[in-house]
């Protein structure tokens, strides 16, 4: 074999390598951040495990406003069925609770992890993922807390608090092995 036939042999095992197709990795899945929500019977946060730190949310009441005809009189007809006097009618307007006022706990990162770093971290994620566009300040200002807001609200935790399973699908806290 000759040293030109043994380099095209090579283009062709190279450009033949080049058309196998390789599997696109998945996408990771959303975490469902409304399994972290705790309702307690109790006032104030839910015990443990140790060590946890929680946050409070308000999920606020529905009200609805129901507005119907209610028959003041009834309408009067002759012996031929003509309508001699029509019905009244008047409108009665009431509020009705759609739903309660809720307090709601999640597990957060305590105080003191949430340091200029982590936070600067918390940023760059979320600016990575197109959720964040303000500045990398390392802050939890009202920008960053909106994008927390949109991040995870879009998995079932509708809070600008920040939640652990969020930072955990961040990549910014580490996940049990148990939970892997």
Do not use: H
Not at 83 to 90: G, K, L
Not at 99 to 126: H, I, N
Not at 163 to 172: C, K, V, W, Y
């Amino acid at each position: 074999m000759t040293a030109s036939a043994a380099k095209i042999g090579i283009w062709a095992v190279l450009a033949l390598s080049a058309c196998q197709t390789v599997p696109m990795p998945e996408n990771p899945s959303t975490t469902d951040l409304s399994a972290e929500i705790v309702r307690p019977r109790e006032p104030g946060p839910p015990q443990g495990p140790e060590g946890a730190c929680w946050e409070a949310d308000i999920t606020p009441a529905i009200i609805e406003t129901v507005t119907e005809q209610v028959q003041v009189t009834a309408e009067e007809r002759d012996d031929t069925g003509t309508v001699i006097t029509p019905a009244t009618f008047r409108t009665d307007t009431r509020q009705r609770i759609a739903r309660e006022r809720e307090v709601v706990y999640f597990r957060t990162p305590c105080p003191e992890e949430l340091t200029v770093e982590f936070v600067g971290s918390l940023q760059r994620a979320l600016k990575a993922r197109g959720i964040y566009d303000g500045p990398l300040t390392g802050q939890i200002d009202l920008a960053t807390s909106e994008a927390i807001r949109r991040f995870q609200a879009e998995r079932g935790l509708d809070s600008p608090r920040l939640s652990l399973g969020a930072t955990r699908e961040l990549g910014l806290s580490t996940v049990p092995l148990d939970q892997l």
